[in-house]
């Protein structure tokens, strides 16, 4: 079982609405990620924390917002997403700086409505 | 210069066979390169790794061969069972330096 833990595993959200994803891991990692995977594609990076540090962010439109609170806590913030924001979004874990094996939850799938 | 090409796409084995997916990559900075399995709803897992100065990994049914002077390395699973149904995907990075670039993912059925 992975360590890193996701919630809500599932989410359907409006366009209006605002919802946050969350994610926590307590592997003493230093760097923590968010991907976004659509059916049949492989993960695609959007952000990147190091050190509660925001240090890559894969020019994502603003209506995602992520938020480290601290070194094992991760949240992204959804406010008026689309239809086609719809996807597996996974979180990610790694020792260290970017550069190190990522070890992913289980992933939280949204749908937008 | 950062992509890593999979193939196949798709792969169909009998249960018992040798599967095969193979991965080309371009950046000759990438030291290390994972592979990770993803069973549907499920995210991806880790499932073997190999750095470029071993030319040869294995742990279990999973072997990782290493071509350095082609930057190509391969998944091979060995006795291939129903349960390894699922999609592999290779990647690369420069240790401490960029994340993963992940290839587009072989979909693996192995058939009774």
């Known amino acids: 079982d992975t360590e890193v833990t996701q919630t809500p595993k599932h989410l359907v959200m409006g366009m209006t609405n605002k919802k946050s994803l969350k994610c926590e891991q307590h592997m003493g990692h230093r760097a923590m990620y968010w991907y976004k995977q659509k059916a049949k594609k492989p993960p695609e990076l959007m952000f990147v924390y190091s050190y509660e540090k925001l240090s890559i962010n894969e020019s994502v439109p603003s209506r995602f917002s992520p938020e480290c609170p601290n070194s094992s806590l991760l949240n992204l913030h959804l406010h008026a997403l689309q239809p086609e924001d719809s996807a597996l979004y996974l979180c990610?874990?790694?020792?260290?700086?970017?550069?190190?094996?990522?070890?992913f939850g289980e992933g939280s799938w949204l749908t937008v409505v | 210069q950062q992509q890593v090409k999979q193939s196949p796409q798709s792969l169909i084995v009998q249960k018992g066979g040798i599967s095969i997916i193979n991965c080309a990559y371009e950046?000759?900075?990438?030291?290390?390169f994972p592979w990770y399995q993803q069973f549907p709803g499920k995210g991806p897992a880790l499932l073997i790794a190999?750095?470029?100065?071993?030319s040869e990994k294995k742990e279990g049914r999973f072997t990782i061969s290493f071509n350095k002077s082609a930057k190509q390395f391969s998944l091979h699973i060995m006795d291939s069972q129903p349960g390894d149904s699922a999609t592999y995907f290779c990647?690369?990075?420069?240790?401490?330096?960029?994340?993963?670039?992940f290839g587009k993912g072989t979909r693996l059925s192995v058939i009774a």
């Open positions: 990647a690369g990075f420069s240790s401490g330096n960029t994340p993963l670039v």
């Open positions: 990610a874990s790694s020792r260290g700086g970017s550069g190190n094996t990522i070890y």
């Open positions: 190999i750095r470029p100065d071993v």
């Open positions: 950046n000759t900075a990438f030291d290390y």
